[in-house]
């Protein structure tokens, strides 16, 4: 199938494009664009790693200045614009080299598709959890995760209704919210989250607010839009309801049995383990994410439940039921190991 795009995103087609269309001149044609594709990733990951030495359980914003150093927010700043500006450059340079395939599609969207809760974890370091007086609450950051993955779910099952991909305003805009908060806590210090700005709000509430009214009041409607416009025209891919809804079955009962988890948890495992939950929910996530995306590449029907289901399910249900007791914690990180060497594994072999 032929890979259509479609962006009307103002900041994205007036300011960034110009932009990528400099940087794209200076690389040299020999290199392979999944080569841009896959450094971009690199640098999310390292930054993470950095991160994550220095603030491993979201705490160091928040408990005062110069647990994390200045150079670390700096150097989030850079990496992060170095793995926008490659994902946004390398589909142009596959298309300058006369070298796309649907492979370079698969490995940019399935790479995006992990990143995507990999830059929202990094994130969560800057505001810190919350101690009483400032940060964000671990629950606030599971729902903020989740609404993220959402919206990046919703634009693939668009697609694979459509044919096309939307791409979602709110990539553009979070790129450069990123940017620019991590600038910002590099020169101002964490203390800049800490203190009310307007109205006795902090930033990050009203970043919390911007975030959700975009998924609620923009991208999801967009979507069902766009949908709905593709069936006016006949040009759904899928003639009945049901194979139009099947990609969403498996992240919906993801969704639900991570969330029953959170909520029912006996040892509160998402406030003592925030780091490990996180990333094995975005890591799930995006392994269910990319077999819709190959379906929708290949034409071929989802399967109803994704693999990985049946094992939460049960540890989920051993977890809440008390069985687990005090090895909750371990084999949550059983759990997140297997989870992610099972991704990595499956990103290998496609």
């Not at 992990?114 to 974890?121: D, G, K, N, R």
């Not at 629950?139 to 044919?163: A, D, P, Q, R």
């Not at 289901?309 to 051993?318: G, S």
Request: contains cysteine; proline residues 5%.
């Amino acid at each position: 199938s032929q890979y259509s795009a479609v962006d009307t995103n103002p900041l994205s087609v007036y300011i960034m494009q110009p932009i990528w269309n400099k940087i794209i001149k200076i690389v040299p044609l020999w290199i392979a664009p999944n080569l841009l594709t896959f450094s971009g990733f690199v640098m999310i990951l390292v930054n993470y790693f950095l991160i994550s030495f220095y603030d491993w359980d979201y705490t160091a914003s928040g408990t005062g200045p110069g647990l994390v150093p200045t150079w670390v927010w700096l150097f989030s700043a850079f990496t992060t614009f170095c793995a926008y500006a490659l994902d946004s450059i390398d589909g142009k340079h596959a298309r300058r080299t006369q070298s796309s395939t649907p492979l370079g599609e698969l490995f940019d969207h399935g790479l995006d598709s992990w990143a995507t809760s990999i830059f929202v974890l990094s994130f969560f370091s800057v505001c810190s959890r919350d101690n009483g007086k400032t940060g964000v609450s671990v629950y606030t950051m599971y729902i903020y995760l989740s609404i993220v993955l959402f919206n990046f779910m919703c634009s693939h099952w668009e697609k694979y209704n459509t044919g096309v991909l939307f791409l979602p305003w709110g990539y553009d805009i979070s790129q450069v919210v990123l940017i620019a908060a991590y600038l910002l806590t590099g020169a101002l210090g964490v203390e800049v989250w800490q203190k009310p700005f307007l109205f006795g709000y902090y930033i990050t509430d009203a970043l919390v607010i911007l975030l959700i009214g975009f998924s609620l009041f923009l991208s999801f409607p967009q979507t069902l839009y766009n949908i709905h416009r593709a069936h006016l025209k006949k040009t759904l891919k899928n003639d009945s309801l049901y194979e139009g809804l099947l990609p969403l079955v498996s992240p919906l009962l993801l969704f639900f049995l991570l969330t029953v988890w959170v909520v029912l948890s006996p040892g509160n495992i998402l406030a003592k383990q925030p780091r490990l939950f996180l990333w094995m929910v975005g890591v799930a996530f995006s392994n269910v994410i990319c077999k819709v995306i190959i379906c929708q590449m290949s034409s071929t029907r989802p399967e109803l439940f994704h693999w990985f289901l049946f094992p939460l399910a049960l540890v989920v249900y051993t977890a809440i039921s008390g069985l687990l007791g005090w090895m909750e914690e371990a084999v949550l990180t059983v759990l997140t190991a297997l989870v992610t060497a099972a991704h990595v594994h499956f990103g290998v072999c496609v």
